[in-house]
């Protein structure tokens, strides 16, 4: 079946630089997106949401694009702190479906 | 605002075995789902539950069940545990599973089959 899929498994990044993290999905029904940090030895941490439609959306150093021409769902992350080493992941709803569907998840690594 | 609460923990089980886990969701939640993440598979959906009605099951054996109560606290078992099902069983919960109604998830419970 159709599912959520990151680009890169991993991704390492110098502290104060931005991060850019990629999804790619293919499943034209999703109307709705989040982004999750997980940390190790934690459950996933809610970062930021996007409604299908919606192009962009901010929060707190972080911003979510979404194009759905092409089906990518990207996640921004500014001046990265050391405290951003997490694995991320992206994940779509499917409608009236009731369930998330993941990708892979990119490890980000920071370094100082 | 008390966040999604998972218990137990950690837990170790022998094979054959049989494990319950409990969830509580954050209150006014009505919405909860648990998921399954392994190395080897990721982050798997197993099922959702809404006002004690499963509204679908993922792709997994009848070992696997759960329960939602009118108070909107949920369990999830396993029986005839199998080493495979070792993993990081992640409780989540919305006040429905719709666009724009974020999903927060538990920290999980750690369960190793032995």
């Known amino acids: 079946g159709e599912s959520v899929g990151l680009h890169l498994p991993t991704l390492s990044v110098q502290e104060g630089d931005n991060s850019i993290i990629n999804c790619a999905y293919s499943n034209s029904a999703s109307d709705y997106f989040i982004w999750y940090k997980q940390e190790s030895g934690k459950g996933p941490q809610f970062i930021i949401d996007i409604r299908s439609n919606m192009d962009k959306r901010q929060g707190q150093r972080v911003t979510v694009l979404l194009n759905k021409t092409v089906k990518h769902l990207s996640l921004q992350i500014a001046a990265t702190q050391p405290g951003d080493s997490a694995v991320y992941f992206c994940a779509e709803i499917l409608s009236n479906d009731y369930k998330l569907s993941f990708g892979a998840g990119t490890t980000v690594t920071v370094r100082a | 605002k008390a966040g999604v609460t998972q218990t137990p923990r950690y837990l170790i089980k022998t094979r054959g075995q049989q494990v319950t886990l409990s969830c509580s969701p954050i209150?006014?939640?009505?919405?909860v789902s648990w998921y399954q993440q392994t190395p080897g598979q990721g982050l798997q959906f197993l099922f959702e539950?809404?006002?004690?009605?499963?509204?679908n099951k993922g792709n997994f054996p009848g070992r696997f069940s759960g329960r939602q109560f009118s108070n909107s606290r949920s369990e999830m078992n396993v029986s005839t545990l199998e080493l495979g099902d070792s993993a990081l069983y992640l409780c989540a919960s919305s006040p429905q599973i719709s666009s724009g109604n974020t999903i927060y998830f538990g920290e999980g419970s750690w369960l190793t089959v032995v």
């Open positions: 209150s006014g939640h009505r919405s």
């Open positions: 539950y809404f006002s004690e009605t499963q509204r």
